[in-house]
């Protein structure tokens, strides 16, 4: 059974840089892609971007400017780093796998973390 | 980029009904489409994929279908589980969209 946990701290200071882990157990991270997902206190879920196992990657465009992903297999982790936040990155962060129960889904997500809230604030 | 248009924002309904949810893209994303179930505090929950394709594990009364770039999730015979916020999601082309939810509430 494929897990995924998120870790990193909880409260980032305005103007910082959010940094989140994801650690994968029970399964290999190779020839799937992996994704960063957020949802805000209340509201819906926002994806922020994905990279593959290889290490390529694709960044929604509103934040591409500031999210930076890495991958490390032999870890069996990938990254997140979202620069200069605001109190508007306040969010909880999951990261997720790629993939369904067919070898054909588009980018749908079936693993997910349990998800981390990063709290911007002084 | 594709927006996503979920209604109805909330629903009540009762132990035993049949709950209808639509989603309705704003261009063709063929049938590349998600449903989420999200409970408080909890992960998404993978549904449905494909637009009508019941991931592994999922209870059979949850069941999707698509017209054109309408998208509906439909829960058979509602169970005390069910009650959730559920999402769904445009699986066709970057950036990836959600819609913006419908909460399942006891009526």
């Known amino acids: 059974q494929v897990q995924l946990q998120e870790s990193g701290p909880g409260l980032v200071k305005p103007s910082e840089t959010l940094s989140l882990t994801c650690t994968v157990s029970g399964g290999s991270m190779r020839t799937f892609y992996w994704s960063w997902i957020r949802q805000p206190p209340g509201k819906g879920l926002e994806w922020i971007g994905y990279i593959y196992y290889s290490g390529s990657t694709n960044y929604s465009p509103p934040l591409r400017s500031r999210v930076t992903m890495s991958v490390d297999t032999s870890k069996n982790q990938f990254s997140l780093k979202l620069s200069s936040v605001t109190a508007a990155d306040t969010a909880v962060y999951f990261c997720?796998?790629?993939?369904?129960?067919?070898?054909?889904?588009?980018?749908?997500?079936?693993?997910w973390g349990q998800g981390k809230l990063v709290t911007v604030s002084s | 980029d594709i927006q996503m248009s979920q209604s109805p924002s909330s629903v009540s309904a009762s132990v035993g009904d049949r709950v209808t949810i639509t989603c309705r893209a704003s261009q063709g994303i063929n049938s590349w489409l998600a449903w989420y179930q999200q409970k408080p505090g909890k992960a998404p929950k993978l549904l449905i994929y494909g637009a009508s394709s019941l991931q592994s594990g999922v209870p059979s009364r949850f069941s999707g279908s698509r017209s054109g770039t309408d998208f509906t999730l439909t829960i058979s015979s509602l169970q005390p589980e069910d009650f959730a916020t559920y999402y769904c999601?445009?699986?066709?082309?970057?950036?990836?969209?959600f819609g913006q939810g419908t909460k399942v509430e006891i009526k």
């Open positions: 999601q445009q699986a066709n082309s970057f950036p990836y969209s």
């Open positions: 997720a796998r790629h993939g369904c129960s067919s070898p054909d889904c588009g980018t749908t997500f079936d693993y």
